[in-house]
């Protein structure tokens, strides 16, 4: 199948391109190149910002030379604190380049669509497991953008589109070291760059009624993650049903001090824990109900919480 991946140079849109080229599908990524790495990848790849006033003649001749059976919608901004402070760039982006997205693909009749949602659609969510019909309220603009993403991918059923939405976990780990997530904004990359510096990773409330006090959260491999988009390809091919919204998780939690005790022995190094209080914000738990997915996808999460925290450490070495 000839697929369009946008965010393709980025930390997991480039595990989306390795399994899917490894998988026989031909590849052409679109990417503005603001967090995504060329070296990342080795296909065609087309650098304009998609919310861009270019970004419909790039696309329409993209689609014209090519014949995209469906397209995996990657590329986002996805920095929560910045999304605070620049709302509206969030929308512009997020919005605004899916909305480009989606109008080339209608005029180029382009009808299958992977759109890369989050938890964070869940705000605070009152549940152990959250169900995909969970009604949870987004409490960021980053976690909005992806609300309203998936509605407007759900509303282009009108002309066609069969759309499927993932929500992402806590994604983390890496197939190969020269895709590992080069950003310090979760928490396996940000503690093993403080461990790396000599500095002791930050802990933020151990007071929550979590099993230890610190906060759980679902984390996902990479890889994993990777292999759903294609199970969600292959279900839109054979699928009729227009549009749906799946978890991608392990239905599994880890608390922040299990994974820093893990990072401990991927490392073999002891090390203290700077302890902070609670930051606002944070839900005590968040852990996906990994059912649906399970059910119509047949996915399974094959890494667990070990081969996570080693993988990111190995590629940091
Ligand atoms: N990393 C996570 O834990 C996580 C969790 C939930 C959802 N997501 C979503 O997954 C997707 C990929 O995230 P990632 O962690 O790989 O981030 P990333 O920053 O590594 O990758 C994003 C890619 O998109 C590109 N990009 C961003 N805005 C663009 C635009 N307007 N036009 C063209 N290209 C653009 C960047 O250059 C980069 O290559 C994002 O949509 C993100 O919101 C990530």
Redesign the pocket.
Known sequence: MKLLI??????????VVLQAQRAGHEVVV????????TS?VDCQVVD?????EK?LDVLHNLMNEHHFEAVI??????QVGQSVEQPERYFK??I??LANLLLAMKEAGIKKLVF?????TYGIPEVELVPEDYPGIPINP?GQ??LIGEWMVSNASIWGLKGLNL??????GCEIPALA???E??LIPIAIAAIKRGQSPKVFGVDYPTIDGSCVRDYVH?GDLANAHLLAVAYLEQSRQEHATFNVGTGIGASVLEVLAEIRVASGLDFELDMHPRRPGDPPKLIADTSRIENILSFKARHDLKEIVKSAWDASS
């Open positions: 946008t965010g393709g140079l980025g930390y997991i849109g480039s595990h679109v990417d503005d190149l603001s967090t995504g790495l990342r304009v910002d998609l919310a861009s970004a919608h990657l590329a986002a901004r996805k982006d997020n605004g380049g890369s949602s989050s938890a964070a980053y953008t992806k929500r992402y976990f806590n994604v983390a997530d080069t950003a904004l979760n990479v």
